[in-house]
C-alpha cells in the first residue's frame, strides 16, 4: 500500500495463496486475534461452566473419607421421607439407589460424592477427554432439539411461520448453493469481502473525506479512533445516551512500547499477504499503524486507553460501563473537533440533536485535533485498516476454530455442518427468541417467574431482618423491587434481520457480514426509544446459563437452563428450589456481591452502604475469603479472593432459596439437598497422560471465578444450618462447622 493516500490497487484476482499457508515476518496466521468478536458481556456474571477444555480425576477428595466401603447406614433420624417420590421424575432411579450408603459415602461427611459417586464413577471422562456434567448435559440437549426442528423445517417435515426462521434457512441453503469444498474456499470468499472495505478505508483521501463517510464505516463495522455507543443514560436510566470514547494501540502495548506477543501484526500481515499485498506494502501499514498507536498513547491518559481497550473488546451490545463518565453539552462537544464535522456525524447516526453526550475518555477529546489531522491521514488509516482485518478476519479463525476435519466425513456433510454453524452464528439472536419461546412453555415460564417472584421476596425479608443500617436496607430493598426478572427468551422481534434480503445469487460472506453489521448497527436506532432493561443484548437464552448483570440490575434466566436435573414443571417444588431455585437466588445474590453492590436499583454507579456496613461487609467477604482460600481440588489451589464472588452467590444464594422453599410449607428438605447436588454434578478431565496439559488446566481452575463444583456443594452446605438440621451432622463429620464459624452474608 502506498503511505500517501492513494487507492490501493488490490487485485482480487491475485488471492491464489490460501490463508493458512501464508507465511509473513517469519510467522503464519495463528488461530488466535486479540481483538475477537466476542459477545461476552463482561459486565454481565456468567455462571456457566468452563465450557472449552475439558477434565477430570478419579474421586474427589477434599473431605473426610474413610476405606470402608461396606457399611450401610441410615441418614439422619430428622430425616422423614428421603426418597424421591415418583412424580419427581427430575431424579433418576440411580439416585434413590444410594440411599442405601457407604460410610465413605454418607450425606454427614462428603455430601457432593454422597449423592454423586455413582455417576462419578460411571461416567469416563478419560476416553473422550473431555469434563462431564450436569450442565454440559444440558447444553448438548438443548443444541440438538434446536438442531433437530431446524432440519426439520429444513426438509419440510414441520412448517414455520416465522420469517426469520425462513430468513435462516435462506441463509443455510445460500451457503450449501456455493457448493464450497473446503475452508480455504470459505476462506477465499472471505478475503475478497474483507479487501473490499480494506480498499473503501484505504481510498479515502483526507480528513474531510473521512469525516463525510464516517456514518458508512460505522454501518460497515469499521473500528474508527472515535468511537461511540448507545446505552442507558447514566443520568437519567429512562432514557438512553451516546457514550464516545477513542482509539486503542492495535499493535503496540497500552503503553507505547514494542508488544513481544506479535499475534496482531502476523494475523494482520497474514492475511494482507495472502490478499495478494506486497511485503512493502505490509510494511507501510504496519510501521504506518504503529506510529498511530503512539499518537493516540501519547495524547490519551493511561486511564483512558484503558477504557478505550475495554470498548473496543466488547462485543455486547452498549458500553462496557466501568465507572461515571464526563456529561459534556453536545454543542460544545461537536466544536472541538477542527478537522471533524461530528454533528454531520451524530445526525446521521442518531437522527437527533442531543442535548449532552458521555466522554468515556475525555484525554482523548481534549487532543482530538493533535491526534485527527491531515498529516497523520495515512496513519490513521493504516490504524484503521489493521483494527478491520484483525476483527473481521476473526470470521475465518472461528471457522478453523470450530470445524477440525472429521475423518471419514464426505464433502456434504462438512458442508452442512459448516452451514449449520454459520447459520446459528448469524442468526443468534433469532435462534434466542424463537426456540426459547418454543421449547419453555408457557407453564414452566409462569411456574419459573413465579420461583423468581418468591426468591425476590424471600430476599426482602432476610434483608428486612439483617444487620445493615436503615439507609443499607433502604437501597437493598429498593434493588430487589426493581430488579428485573427475564425468564426463559427475550421478547425483542429483532427487526434488524427485515433489512437483510437474501437471494439466489447473493454473495454467501457479504451476506454473513451484513447480518452482523446490521446487529452492531442497530443500537443506534435505538437511541431514540427509552431504555429498557429486558433486552438481551446478544445473550443466547439457548445457552444453559444464568446471569445478573449489574448495569441493568436484572438476572436473566435463560430457557436453556429451565431443563433438568435444574427445573422440570413436573418435579416437586423442593426438587426445583434445589436446582433453578439455588440458581435463580445466586443470580439475585450478585446483585450485592462486590461488583454488583456498586450499582444501583438502575444500575447506575451508586454507593449503596453506609460506612459501618461497609466495614462489615468487608468482614464478611474476608471471613468467605479464608473459608475457600488455599483449598486443594485435584492439584489446583482455589484462592479465596478470586472465587469470593461467586462463593458469597453461592452461599447466600442456598440460604434464600431456602427460605423461598419454607414459605411455601411445603419443604422436603431431602429433595431440595439432593437437587443442589445432582444439579452441580461436574467431573473433571485433568489429562493424567500429558503434565503441561494437566498444568493448564489446572491454572484454568486457579483462575476460574467460580470454585469446582464439588467445593461448591459441600462448602455451600457445611454453612447452611438446615442441612445439618436435615442429616444430623454432628462434630466430627466431615460435613461438621462450627455454627459460630459458619459463613452467613446476612445474619
Ligand atoms: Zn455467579
Redesign the pocket.
Known sequence: MSNGGNAMKIQNQLLKVTMFTAVLLGASITSQTVKADETTDANA?K?ATAKSEKTAVPLYNGFKSTDNDVATTEPAASQTNARETTEDNVSSSEDQTTWINTNQFKPQNDYYDYLNHKWINKTDVQSDKMDAGASLDAQRNINQRVQNKFYDYLNGTENTKSQNMQKAMDFYNLYLSKNYSSTEDISKDAAQGIMKVVNQIDSLEDLSDFSKNMNDLLKEGVTMPIGVKVDIDQRNPDLRALYFYGGAPVLLKDNGETNEDQTNQNTIGGFLSSSGLSLSSIQGIVVNASKFDKILVDNQSAEDIITDHYQNNYGAEGINRLGDYLGVNYVNFTNMPVFIDMDHFVNGVTGMTPGYVYEMTPSFYNNINEIMTDENFAEMKAWMICNYVLNSSNYIHNLIANFPEVEGETKAEFNQRMAYYLTTDAFGDAFSKYFGEIFLTKEAKETVTDMAENLVSAYKDTISNSWLEASSKKAALEKLDDMKLNIGYPTDSYSYYNKIDIKDDSDFYQTYRDIVDARNYNQYAKYQKPADRTEWAGLSSLNDNAQYVPSKNAIFINTGFLQAPFFDVKASDSTNYGGIGTVIG??LS?GFDQIGSLYDKDGLFKNMWTANDLEKYSEKTAQLSKIYDKTNFQGATISGDTTVN?NL?DNAGLKVAEKALEKTNAANWDQFYRSYAKANRYKYFIDPDNASVAAKRREQLEKDA?SPFPIRVNKTLQNSDQFDKTYGVKPGDGMWVDPDKRFNLWS
Request: proline share 0%; hydrophobic share 10%; net charge negative.
Open positions: 456474571t455462571d445466586h443470580e450478585h461467586e452467590a467460580h
